[in-house]
């Protein structure tokens, strides 16, 4: 064995690309025959550990589930005796019971695998080093209080997976903690059994790592917790208190790695993140379904999961009726359909409307709103003023002024009205006064009384109509005051603005060019009419809406998460700051995947200067790329580089090599389906879970699944906007959808020169799509390939 080793590593001493593949392929099938857990010196003492926790945890499970059940009972009870109140005693024993159950859980969970890894650490100045197991979830021996598996989040477990053998250090709670990493081990255990053991720096490779990489995938992404890498958990343990925005290449574990954090921020600082504070922020709901797993596997429930568009209308208290998204982007997508110059201005109206200019023009547009929002008048009833104009105004200006104007004006109406009967009794009071005074000077006035007895009553009749009359229409009156107020329907309001251009050329200072503005009122105007808004539009109508009703400080977040944040406007990502309590976000994205970047961040340096500026915030970067083989990766970024941006960051794959990007060229689309249908049976056969059919658009999708649905596969389904769920199998999806997803398998429907051109959306819509796979890429074309094929044939196969 040993000298076929060393035969091909000497025949490989300079070695090409390709014999770089066969050399780490053989290596690490070198390793795993030699690296078997048997083999390992240390096998009895560690075989004999695993058991041992196994069988704690089962007895830990079976205490734990008896413990449960008998609160459970004893729960039922003591709330039925105190008639369902909250007494002490049923709080405290909830909340046993629930850490209880959660315990249960997590070690039902764990049960197979215990832990995945070791540390043997020895702190500065202490004599022995300690060993620590590291797990999903913390085991304690009960008895000695022995730590026998500590939780991956801890402190001490950052050095699991960052740490290199040799002096290392650690954050601790108590201070830095700095000591020797002695020896770092990985564990391949299944069912309870020692599989394999990789020693760290004994092997040539992360192997370990590589294991993981080449499992295949079906339809949810999973949790990495046994292979997260230096860099990744650098991200994961970042401080809190910052905006935080992370540029990762495509398949860098974006995703996978923010999921991580929240458990992270969870465990770490429990009694501050209370699921309800913490927020992700997800494209759509496919997404956030195929996302659906790794909180719970990571033991964290109920996190508020939404889309943008979700989280604004929750927050207006509204359901818009929404344009079709596709559209827009297949106007903009498709070069033959439209003039340049619409498609331009369509551009532009989407930038605008997610720009901070926009958010610039509603500031002064509020301000001129607001300005003389108290009308000029008094409150009256029957000419008697109850309250002055100056004494209205003073309440909005003075009194109340700390309130955002529509609940400061409705304030000022709930006042009125409580207060409204004491004033009314106050000036009843003047009344009566004035009218006895009367009485009394017309008594004194004459000799006889009798004379003016008619006169007497009169005015006696008088004052009690008004008097009533006060009374009687005093509420009615408050409401006929504020009827003369200005009408603050935020719809109402965003809509005149956006639909007149001179409002909007008005209040933008020369920024934006008329034409621009008229094109926007234009084409606002036609959507409003039809009772509808674009999605562009949420942000700034959200904007509107929080400077005139604001945003009280409990609803709140106290930590939020936005993926493939390259897709949002500054504008969108300025109302999730506003939903911040604290300024604290982690914020992933790519920014070459950015699809819809005529509307979304381009540069992450902007959103920092102007959206964040004035807090603390943190740029880092992930450069490898954990999903696809090497050889799909390094074809990748030869299509990106096509996009010719200067600050591109090009993936730098793992090390996990598989076959080149198969190119195949067919006469017509009926051709190609047939070559998909047959390949399909054979990759399903080699036990991919999950295939992508990715097609550049819904129509060419429905198209393709048409015809494949007749073709004797039975599991395949069509994906579009309107779905929620992907199950894994064989899919057809428009480019578009597939962003964020991952498949075993991934086959470009047509990449031909007249489907695919040289601009910068098809590029990033074709990168995405060729970023998907894992482990294997096909690109079919007709006639003539497109340009962005156009590139070094070392880098694909021709089939
Ligand atoms: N440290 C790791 N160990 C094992 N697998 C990993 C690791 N990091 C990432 N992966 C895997 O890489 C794949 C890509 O991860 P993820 O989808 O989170 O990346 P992403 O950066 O969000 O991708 P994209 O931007 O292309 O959608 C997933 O299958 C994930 O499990």
Request: hydrophobic letters at 35%.
């Given at each position: 064995m040993g000298f076929i080793f060393f035969y091909i590593l000497y025949r490989i001493s300079v070695p090409s690309f390709h014999r770089l593949t066969a050399y780490f392929k053989f290596i690490i099938l070198y390793w795993r025959c030699l690296m078997q857990a048997k083999n390992h010196p240390e096998f009895n003492m560690e075989d004999k550990y695993l058991k041992d926790t196994c069988e704690l945890i089962d007895s830990e499970i079976i205490y734990l589930a008896d413990e449960v059940e008998k609160a459970d009972e004893e729960l039922l009870k003591l709330k039925r005796s105190v008639g369902g109140n909250y007494s002490d005693d049923v709080i405290v024993k909830n909340t046993i019971y629930e850490a209880n159950k959660r315990k249960l859980n997590q070690l039902r969970s764990v049960d197979d695998k215990p832990y995945f890894g070791r540390i043997d650490f020895k702190e500065l100045g202490k004599d022995e080093h300690e060993t620590f197991y590291v797990g999903k979830t913390s085991l304690t021996k009960k008895d000695t209080n022995k730590m026998l598996i500590i939780d991956w989040r801890t402190p001490m477990a950052s050095l699991y997976y960052s740490g290199e053998i040799g002096e290392v250090m650690y954050k601790a709670p108590e201070g830095l903690i700095i000591g020797d990493l002695e020896l770092k081990r990985q564990y391949e255990i299944q069912k309870k059994e020692l599989i394999n053991i990789f020693d760290k720096g004994l092997t040539p490779m992360d192997e370990y790592l590589q294991t993981a990489l080449w499992e295949k995938k079906d339809n949810r992404l999973k949790d990495?917790?046994?292979?997260?890498?230096?860099?990744?958990n650098d991200i994961i343990r970042a401080d809190k208190e910052k905006a935080l925005i992370v540029q990762g290449v495509a398949g860098s574990g974006k995703t996978t790695i923010v999921l991580h954090r929240i458990a992270y921020l969870m465990y770490t600082y429990q009694d501050i993140f209370d699921a309800?504070?913490?927020?992700?922020?997800?494209?759509?709901?496919?997404?956030?379904?195929?996302?659906?797993?790794?909180?719970?596997?990571?033991?964290?429930?109920?996190?508020?999961?939404?889309?943008?568009?979700?989280?604004?209308?929750?927050?207006?208290?509204?359901?818009?009726?929404?344009?079709?998204?596709?559209?827009?982007?297949?106007?903009?997508?498709?070069?033959?359909?439209?003039?340049?110059?619409?498609?331009?201005?369509?551009?532009?109206?989407?930038?605008?409307k997610g720009s901070m200019t926009l958010k610039n023009i509603i500031d002064k547009y509020v301000v001129d709103l607001t300005l003389d929002l108290v009308p000029q008048i008094d409150l009256k009833i029957n000419d008697i003023t109850i309250y002055s104009y100056n004494e209205v105004l003073k309440m909005y200006e003075k009194d109340y002024k700390y309130l955002p104007v529509v609940p400061r004006s409705k304030r000022i109406q709930k006042y009125m009205e409580a207060n409204i009967s004491e004033k009314v009794k106050v000036i009843q009071d003047k009344v009566t006064k004035k009218c006895d005074r009367k009485i009394q000077e017309m008594k004194d006035s004459v000799d006889d009384i009798e004379t003016i007895r008619g006169k007497i009553r009169r005015i006696y009749n008088k004052r009690d109509r008004i008097n009533q009359e006060l009374e009687g229409s005093m509420y009615k009156a408050v409401k006929e005051y504020f009827n003369q107020w200005k009408n603050l329907d935020i719809l109402t309001l965003y809509q005149n603005l956006l639909s007149d251009s001179q409002k909007l050329e008005k209040y933008s200072n020369g920024e934006v060019d008329k034409d621009i503005l008229d094109f926007i009122s234009n084409y606002s105007k036609k959507i409003f009419d039809n009772g509808m808004l674009e999605r562009e539009d949420l942000a700034a109508l959200s904007y509107l809406d929080l400077k005139l009703e604001g945003l009280s400080l409990k609803s709140k977040y106290n930590h939020i998460i936005v993926d493939e944040a390259q897709d949002y406007s500054e504008l969108q990502m300025y109302i999730l700051r506003q939903l911040s309590s604290n300024d604290s976000f982690t914020i992933v994205g790519d920014i070459s995947q950015g699809i819809h970047s005529y509307k979304g961040i381009g540069d992450w340096k902007e959103l920092m200067e102007n959206v964040f500026k004035s807090c603390d915030k943190e740029l880092l970067k992930l450069k490898k790329c954990y999903r696809s083989t090497m050889e799909i990766m390094n074809f990748a970024n030869e299509v990106i580089k096509k996009w010719k941006k200067e600050e591109i960051t090009l993936a730098e794959p793992v090390l996990r090599s598989g076959d080149k990007p198969f190119i195949l060229r067919?006469?017509?689309?009926?051709?190609?389906?047939?070559?998909?249908?047959?390949?399909?049976?054979?990759?399903?056969?080699?036990?991919?879970?999950?295939?992508?059919?990715?097609?550049?658009?819904?129509?060419?999708?429905?198209?393709?699944?048409?015809?494949?649905?007749?073709?004797?596969?039975?599991?395949?389904?069509?994906?579009?906007d309107k779905d929620v769920f992907y199950n894994g199998g064989v899919v057809v999806i428009p480019a578009y959808l597939s962003k964020g997803l991952e498949f075993d398998v991934v086959m470009v429907f047509n990449c031909s020169n007249d489907n695919y051109i040289d601009n910068e959306l098809h590029i990033k819509l074709l990168y995405v799509s060729i970023t998907r796979p894992l482990h294997k890429l096909f690109i079919y074309y007709k006639d003539k390939p497109s340009v962005l094929l156009d590139i070094n044939s070392e880098y694909f196969n021709i089939l």
């Open positions: 990495i917790v046994n292979t997260i890498q230096g860099e990744q309800e504070k913490l927020l992700i922020v997800v494209p759509n709901n496919l997404f956030l379904n195929y996302i659906s797993d790794v909180l719970p596997d990571l033991g964290v429930e109920e996190i508020k999961q939404s889309t943008f568009e979700d989280i604004v209308m929750s927050l207006l208290g509204e359901e818009y009726k929404l344009t079709d998204t596709e559209t827009k982007f297949y106007q903009l997508l498709d070069y033959k359909g439209l003039s340049e110059e619409y498609r331009r201005n369509l551009q532009l109206t989407s930038y605008f067919k006469n017509n689309d009926q051709e190609i389906i047939k070559d998909i249908s047959s390949r399909l049976k054979e990759l399903k056969k080699e036990g991919h879970k999950s295939i992508a059919i990715i097609c550049k658009t819904t129509e060419e999708s429905t198209k393709v699944y048409e015809i494949l649905k007749d073709t004797l596969i039975d599991d395949i389904h069509l994906i579009t």
